[in-house]
């Protein structure tokens, strides 16, 4: 949970949330409570921004963030060559 809030709290400090940004969090590998501990996270959050006008926006911001358990990842390289050529 408390990753859940140190996320939360670097999302606002770097203003992703005051862009009209969708934003989801998606997770390969956690345990079947990851997202009960992310809801309860977003819950502790919103208590912790106060009751003023811009903490309601911040906090309905913060209440849309999406959790989701990714199935599969699928990995694409790059055909170009980077790096140095020794030829």
């Known amino acids: 949970e408390e990753e859940f809030m140190y996320l939360l709290d670097f999302l606002r400090h770097y203003q ?3 862009d009209a940004t969708k934003v989801d969090i998606r997770s390969m ?3 079947a409570a990851a ?3 992310f809801q309860k996270a977003k819950q502790r959050y919103v208590e912790s921004l106060g009751d003023n ?3 309601t926006e ?3 911001k913060v209440n849309a963030i999406g959790y989701t358990k990714m199935t599969q990842a699928i990995t ?3 055909s170009i060559d980077l790096g ?3 030829a």
């Open 58 to 60: 911040l906090a309905a």
């Open 35 to 37: 997202a009960a501990r």
């Open 76 to 78: 694409e390289f790059s």
């Open 53 to 55: 006008g811009h903490s």
């Open 84 to 86: 140095m050529d020794y």
């Open 16 to 18: 992703v949330l005051e």
């Open 29 to 31: 590998a956690s345990d």
